[in-house]
C-alpha cells in the first residue's frame, strides 16, 4: 500500500514530567490553554492505512485514545528513557485487537536496555497472552517499514545517545543537545522537522529554543515544530516569538505532508 503523504499526529509534546508537573503551581501549570497542557513526546506517523508510533510514552494509552488510533503497525523508539517507553504494556490492547505481534525497532543498546527493564514481556514464558507480543529489531542502518524507507539518525542527548528518524520529508529529532554532521547531512529538504526545544535556559542533555531554532535555521525545513517543552514555555507568549517557520509543538495538532518534499527528485535513490 502506497500514498504520496505521510498524516503527522503530535501525541505528546511535554518533556519527562508532563505538563502540568505533579505538585507544580506556576502559571503555566495553571494555564487553561489547552496548548500548555502537554502528554510525554510521541508522535504518530500515518501512512496510507498504516500506523508508525514513535515511542510508548508513559501516556501512551490516553494519547492513543485522543487521536483514536485503533491499530499499530509497528513502535520506533528513539531512546530507552522512562517518559519514552514506559506506555510499553498498553501495546498488548493491539495484539488482542488485530491479533498480530508488533515490531519494536530501536538502536541495539536501546533494544538491549527494553528488553531488561521489561524482561517479563521477553522472557518467553507462559501466560504469554497477558503481556505485549513484541519481535524487537535492533537498527543497524536504513531499513524499509510499512513501504515506507525509515534513515535512522543518531544523536547526542547529554552523556547518551538517541535516535532520530526520518521518513519521506518529515523528520523527528527528540532529546538531543547535539547534532552530529553525519546526522545534519541527512536532515536536507524536508516538510517538517520536529526538534527538541525543552525551554529558553540550556540544558545539558536537551536544545534550549535557541540552539533548537539555529539548527532550525541551518536545515531551512519548511515547517519546524520545537517539541519536549516543559512548564517554563508558556504557548501562546512564547510561540509569538518564535522565527518564522518555527512553532511550538502542541498536543493533538496535525499535519499532513507529501512524502517528498514539492519540486524535490525523491530522496529514496540516495538512502
Ligand atoms: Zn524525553
Ligand atoms: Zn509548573
Ligand atoms: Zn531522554
Not at 111 to 140: A, C, E, M, N
Request: net charge negative; hydrophobic share 35%; charged share 20%.
Amino acid at each position: 500500500m502506497n500514498a504520496d503523504f505521510l498524516d503527522i499526529t503530535i501525541l505528546g509534546s511535554g518533556t519527562s514530567t508532563g505538563v502540568p508537573m505533579l505538585g507544580c503551581h506556576c502559571a503555566v501549570c495553571r494555564s487553561t490553554d489547552p496548548r500548555d497542557h502537554r502528554t510525554r513526546c510521541s508522535v504518530l506517523v500515518r501512512y496510507g492505512e498504516y500506523h508508525i508510533v514513535i515511542d510508548t510514552t508513559t501516556d501512551f494509552r490516553q494519547q492513543a485514545l485522543r487521536a483514536e488510533i485503533d491499530h499499530v503497525d509497528a513502535v520506533l523508539y528513539t531512546h530507552a528513557h522512562a517518559d519514552h517507553v514506559h506506555g510499553i504494556d498498553d501495546l498488548r490492547a493491539f495484539n488482542m485487537t488485530s491479533k498480530k505481534v508488533i515490531p519494536i525497532y530501536g538502536l541495539p543498546t536501546t533494544i538491549q536496555s527494553i528488553r531488561r527493564t521489561f524482561r517479563y514481556i521477553f522472557d518467553g514464558q507462559v501466560h504469554s497472552k497477558f503481556r505485549p507480543q513484541l519481535v524487537p529489531w535492533p537498527i543497524g542502518g536504513d531499513f524499509s517499514l510499512c513501504g515506507l524507507s525509515v534513515q535512522p539518525l543518531l544523536l547526542h542527548h547529554g552523556d547518551g545517545i538517541s535516535c532520530g528518524f526520518r521518513m519521506g520529508s518529515f523528520a523527528y529529532v527528540t532529546d538531543c543537545n547535539q547534532i552530529p554532521e553525519s546526522s545534519l547531512a541527512r536532515l536536507g529538504q524536508l516538510e517538517l522537522l520536529i526538534i527538541d526545544g525543552l525551554r529558553h535556559r540550556s540544558h545539558p542533555t536537551h536544545f534550549s529554543i535557541d540552539e533548537a531554532c539555529a539548527v532550525a535555521r541551518r536545515l531551512g525545513a519548511r515547517h519546524t515544530l520545537l517539541t519536549h517543552l516543559c512548564h517554563e514555555v508558556e504557548h501562546r507568549r512564547v510561540n509569538s516569538e518564535l522565527p518564522e517557520g518555527v512553532e511550538l509543538a502542541y498536543d493533538g495538532q496535525r499535519f499532513r505532508l507529501p512524502l517528498q518534499q514539492a519540486g524535490m527528485p525523491p530522496t529514496g535513490s540516495d538512502y
